[in-house]
């Protein structure tokens, strides 16, 4: 039955991913432009570059490490916040303060990394931990531990992509990402994507499956 289940659930999973690329490949061959949207089967074709292995494995490595050090620290602050609310009243609104302050880190705290560490991988990394540990410590201070090291590696990955933008020597998936988006190669650009989705995805589902198992246990 568990075997039954867990097919069932794979297949309604793959529902909406099936609909997407079936009409993504047929308004693509319909509008024929391939500096708009290039047809699926030749994205997918680009998402096996040799030339993207290299980015895309530096650019998990980082975010892996980033996880780490964001659920070392972050989920340690949580539960503190969670077993003292003298904790959670003194930092809880402290961390929004500075969520907002720097808005989820998507311009404020870059720039300002930058001046301080210069353009560097360590600039990346400090980029995509600081904004994912005060999360994590915000939705873990409510018990939620799975969902908050789920969250903390969207942000990690998410901000590590953003982050390489800014490294004029990066050799990352953001740095591919800005570079191809400029040179209008838009074949590799929706390929990266690709990439981005299935390769989060994918850490997603094991990060589920771990903390699934370690409940049962």
Not at 96 to 121: D, E, K, N, R, Y
Not at 178 to 186: D, E, I, K, P, Q
Request: hydrophobic share 55%; glycine share 8%.
């Amino acid at each position: 039955m568990s075997q039954e289940n867990r097919t069932v659930r794979w297949f309604y999973h793959s529902i909406p991913f099936i609909i997407l690329f079936l009409l993504w490949e047929i308004v693509a061959r319909v509008i024929h432009d391939p500096y708009l949207l290039p047809p699926l089967s030749a994205v997918v074709a680009s998402a096996f570059s040799q030339s993207l292995a290299y980015p895309l494995g530096i650019t998990l490595a980082f975010s892996l490490l980033a996880l780490l050090i964001v659920s070392l620290v972050g989920l340690p602050v949580g539960q503190l916040m969670h077993r003292f609310k003298e904790a959670e009243w003194a930092l809880s609104p402290f961390f929004w303060f500075l969520l907002f302050a720097v808005g989820l880190g998507a311009t404020g705290i870059a720039p300002i990394s930058i001046m301080w560490f210069g353009l560097s991988q360590l600039t990346v990394l400090l980029f995509s931990i600081l904004i994912p540990i005060m999360v994590v410590a915000l939705i873990s201070c409510y018990g939620a531990k799975l969902t908050a090291v789920r969250v903390g590696f969207l942000l990690c990955w998410s901000l590590q992509i953003s982050g390489g933008v800014y490294l004029i020597s990066g050799e990352g998936l953001g740095n591919q990402l800005s570079m191809c988006y400029h040179l209008h190669n838009l074949e590799m650009v929706y390929a990266i994507m690709l990439i981005m989705g299935f390769t989060g995805l994918f850490v997603d589902r094991v990060l589920k499956y771990m903390g699934d198992v370690i409940k049962e246990k």
